[in-house]
């Protein structure tokens, strides 16, 4: 743990990992020791099986849920059924969300109502294109992207995700002063225009972490865990951002 502060190392698998990988996994992180918050996203179609073999400590979440509780939604996720089977978390809102299927602001808000009224938790994420920060446009798609989606929400089970779509999956990380003011802004930003607490507000970063750039990225006071992909796959490298964190 970073500073005697709670820090969160969240594993998003998308659409990954055999049951054959998932047992190992899940043998292998039996016996992790850490103070540091450790959850993981599975695909949906393997969150049963891992909310079956986990050790305690483990908390398992969605990768994403519906805007409503049933109904004639199909190919969707209740959040109310996510809940039921034991799931803790879900991620709103990933940018692959928002450009692959096309989510935008008014339906991540929806879902993100849905899944607090359901008490899940939720892992709001946030983050700007290399064209938008390119173009100098990083606080303004950050603030639209926190005041149109989390809007009015005031909840203390809501967590943020900055993740700069071109650090995602692309072995670009942002440089720690990159990461450190982007979250500073998200803090000031929920500070004055917000009904979140952005005190104890989470807010974590996303984008190629590993176990050699998270103790960097941890350093910063503003920055609060990692949501971590490609490095969250293997055992013995979850391990090591729980050790190196
Ligand atoms: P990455 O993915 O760690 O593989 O860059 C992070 C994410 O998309 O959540």
């Not at 969707?76 to 799931?87: A, R, T, Y």
């Not at 602001?105 to 390119?134: P, Q, S």
Request: net charge negative; aromatic share 6%.
């Amino acid at each position: 743990m970073s500073g005697g502060r709670d820090v969160y190392i969240v594993g998003n698998w998308k659409m990954n990992q055999s049951l054959e990988e998932i047992d190992s996994f899940l043998n292998q992180i039996s016996t992790l020791n850490s103070n540091n918050h450790a959850w993981i996203a599975p695909q949906a179609l393997h969150i049963s099986k891992c909310l079956e073999k986990k050790p305690g400590f483990l908390k398992v979440g969605s990768q994403n849920c519906a805007h409503e509780d049933s109904g004639a939604f199909t190919g969707e996720l209740s959040p109310k059924s996510l809940k039921e089977i034991g799931v803790h978390f879900t991620l709103i809102g990933h940018s692959e969300r928002r450009s692959l299927y096309g989510e935008g602001d008014d339906l991540l808000y929806k879902k993100t109502l849905k899944a607090l009224e359901n008490n899940l938790y939720v892992i709001f994420c946030i983050g700007e294109t290399l064209e938008e920060r390119e173009a100098g446009k990083v606080e303004e798609v950050l603030s639209e992207q926190l005041s149109n989606g989390l809007r009015d929400i005031d909840s203390k089970n809501v967590l943020i995700a900055y993740e700069p779509v071109w650090a995602i999956g692309t072995g670009v990380t942002a440089s720690p002063e990159q990461a450190g003011e982007a979250h500073k802004f998200i803090r000031n930003y929920i500070k004055e225009n917000m009904k979140l607490d952005a005190q104890t507000t989470p807010i974590l970063y996303g984008g190629s972490v590993k176990p050699e750039n998270i103790k960097e990225l941890l350093s910063n006071e503003d920055i609060d865990g990692g949501l971590v992909g490609g490095a969250s796959l293997k055992a013995d490298s979850y391990i090591n951002l729980h050790k190196n964190a």
